[in-house]
Structures are given as structure tokens and as C-alpha cells.
């Protein structure tokens, strides 16, 4: 069978071809995302403004574009330390030099009409200081991963947020993707019985120090780690997603040898961990700046599921023991930025919550403890 499902091709956020033999039309409905069919009836008129705060590689060449093709927001303003290339911006996307800030002037949002969200896409270590400004000033929040560099700084972006009574979500655009999704459909009805074994990887090879988007990643203070915190948050995503969003009980940790002093001397350069959960699952990863990498695997009792390129821009691909999975081109960013909007605006809880944030940042926290110690750490939340 070829069921097809088609509901909005311009937004990317919901159409897919499953090719899965036999599957009844209600088992293809039950693949929808969770907010597909919100989005879909929403008014078209509805549209929210977004401000995005740091105007690096991640804005100008995914967020940016993205917020030309969605249908339930759009850029309205930014945040950026250069005026000049915040008015380029505000020529290039059509918004009015008024609603260009720096990081010092972001409280004056609060009286901006035009900006219903901000989306911090600034160095790690910065995105404490500036959600919380962006929740001082009444927005609603899109934090990119890793959440911060502690949980501390979680807790009050946490914090800040639920006082301003405003909305939080962390930039995880695998939770809008069609492949992901149906993981961790596979993972939360167990069609293969619980899956116990996971592995799973992510890296590229950094080039130079001196390249500015290498620069903060190499930094401590602005990165709060390496390869890990910029990359593993890939795969301890995914395998706590295999475990339907449990999280894991311990952790044990290895750092690799540092191959480059120059770019390696204050954050790893690769780390292998593992994850063990409360039902004795257990998931293998590892995350580099060394090589290029990216697969994850998970095994059940009664069959595996594989994504291949999982958390790179390229589109995954998706193989379970019956065979694969294949779902039409889609923009992540678009389906993330127009799924974020769809909850704000009938105020339903994000899929991606400041809590999954936190508790990612706890997960790499311990990690990091583990392999300083080389002893098995407990995760505490
Ligand atoms: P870049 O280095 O390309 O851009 C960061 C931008 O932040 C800069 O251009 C600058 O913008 C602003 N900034 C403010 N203060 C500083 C500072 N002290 N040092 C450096 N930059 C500063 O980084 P990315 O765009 O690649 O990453 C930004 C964030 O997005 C990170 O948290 C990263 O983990 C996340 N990310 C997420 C991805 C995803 O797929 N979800 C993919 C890539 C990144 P300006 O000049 O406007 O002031």
C-alpha cells in the first residue's frame, strides 16, 4: 500500500508517503505530528512576530529563509551587535529599523508590538542572558541547544519565563521531523517491543580556530563544552527519545585524546559515553569534532529501527526490520518555527519544552563528571 498524506506542502510541516505494507488509513493518521492538524485549521490571517537574537551562520542560513516560508510567523526583528548588518536585515526582510536592538537595549522590546517572540541563536554561554532579558520584556522564548551551559542557567530561564508567564521552547528541530517522529512513535508504542540497545553518533571535522563560527565552540566560557554539548545533544536527544522521553539513571564517560592542542585546549575534541536507563537499556554514542559522523540505531526484541544522516541538515532516512520509511522533503526549520507559533497561539505546551532543555543539560553535566572521574555517575534532575 501507498498512502499519502498531504496537508500543507508550502509550510513543510505535514505531508508524507508511507510505505509501510498493509497500513490501515487510521495507522497512517496516528503518524500525523502531534500538531499537524492544529496548524493545519488554523485562521491563516495569524501570524506571529520574531525577533532572532544574534545574527550568525544559524540565522542568516536556516532561520532567516525559514521565517520567508512559514505561515504562522514571521521575522519582525533582531537582536544584534552590528547596526549595520541589523539594517541589512531589516531592508532585506521588509521590518523597520525601529525594531533593530542591541544585546544592551533589549528590555526596550517590551514595548514593541511587532515582536510576539524571541529566538536566541547567540553562543551558548550567552543564551541565560538572553532569554531571560527576552522574558523580562514580556516575549515569549526560542532558546537553541544546547538550553546553557549549566543547569543552573536552565533553572533560571526556567525561572524567568514561568514569572513573565511566557512561553519556552528549545530549538530542537528533530521534534517536527517526520522520520524522528515516527521513532519515537515506534519507541513510545513499542511496536518492536522496548528498545534496549542504542547507538548512536554525530560530528563533523572543525576546521580552523580562527573561523568565526569555531572561535565561541572552542571557548569554555561561551561554549560550556566541545563536541558534546554542540553535537552529542544530537544523540542523548535521540536516545532518550528511544526511551519515549525518559531519562537515563547513570551514565559512564571517556574523553577522546586531544588530535589538535591548538583548537582542543579548553573543550573536548570527542567523547564517548553511555546512557544506561531505569529498565536496563542502554545506549552507546559519541560525538566529535574530529570526524564527520551521524547514524543512530535502536534494537528491540521484535525488530530495530535505524536513521541514517539523523541529525545533519540533509534529509534522514529512516529503516526499521520491515523495511524503510521514506517521507517527502520537508523544511525542519520552517515545521519547527510554524509548530512552535501553532502552540503558542492556542497555548498548548511545546513538544519541546524548557524542561527537555534542562534535562539534556543535566544528562551532558554528567557526562562531563563521569569522565573527569572515570567513575559511573547517577543523573540527577
Ligand atoms: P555563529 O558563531 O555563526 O553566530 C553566533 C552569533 O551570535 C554571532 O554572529 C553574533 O551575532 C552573536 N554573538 C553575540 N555575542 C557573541 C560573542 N561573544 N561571540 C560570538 N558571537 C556572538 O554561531 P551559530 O549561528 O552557528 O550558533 C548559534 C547558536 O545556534 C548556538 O547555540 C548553536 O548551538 C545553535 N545552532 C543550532 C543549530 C540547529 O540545528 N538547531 C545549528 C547551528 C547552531 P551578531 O553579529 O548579530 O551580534
Known sequence: ??????????????????????????????LLPRHSEAVDTLPATKQLGVALVGLGSYSTEHLGPALRMTKYCRLTGVVTGSQTKGQVWANSYGFSSRNIFSYDTMARIA???????????????????HCIAAAKAGKHVICEKPMATSVAECDAIIAACRS??????????????????????????????????????????????????????????LSGGG?????????????????????????????????????FSEVEGSVQWTMEFADAAVAKCVASYDQTVGHFRAEAARGWAELGQPFGYAEPTLTTSQGPVVFPEMNEQVAQLDGIADCLIRGSRSPAPGEMGRRDVAIMQAIYAAATSGKRMVVNT
Open 111 to 129: 514595548g514593541n508590538p511587532d515582536i510576539d517572540v524571541v529566538y536566541v541563536v547567540t553562543p551558548n554561554g550567552l543564551h541565560a542572558r
Open 164 to 221: 513573565a508567564g511566557v512561553g519556552l521552547s528549545v530549538g530542537y528541530r528533530l521534534h517536527f521531523e517526520p522520520h524522528h517522529l515516527e521513532f519515537a512513535r515506534l519507541a513510545r508504542e513499542q511496536s518492536f517491543g522496548p528498545f534496549m540497545q542504542m547507538t548512536g553518533a554525530n560530528g563533523f571535522r572543525m576546521g580552523s580556530p580562527e573561523a568565526a563560527s569555531s572561535a565561541w565552540r572552542v571557548n569554555k566560557k
Open 227 to 263: 563536541a558534546l554539548m554542540d553535537m552529542g545533544v544530537y544523540v542523548v536527544q535521540a536516545a532518550c527519545m528511544t526511551k519515549a522521553e525518559a531519562c537515563p539513571v547513570a551514565v559512564t564517560a571517556r574523553l577522546g585524546p586531544v588530535t589538535r592542542p591548538a583548537l
Open 1 to 30: 500500500m501507498d498512502a499519502f498524506i498531504k496537508m500543507d506542502r508550502k509550510s513543510g510541516l505535514v505531508w508524507r508517503r508511507q510505505f509501510l505494507a498493509g497500513m490501515s488509513a487510521a495507522a497512517a493518521l496516528a
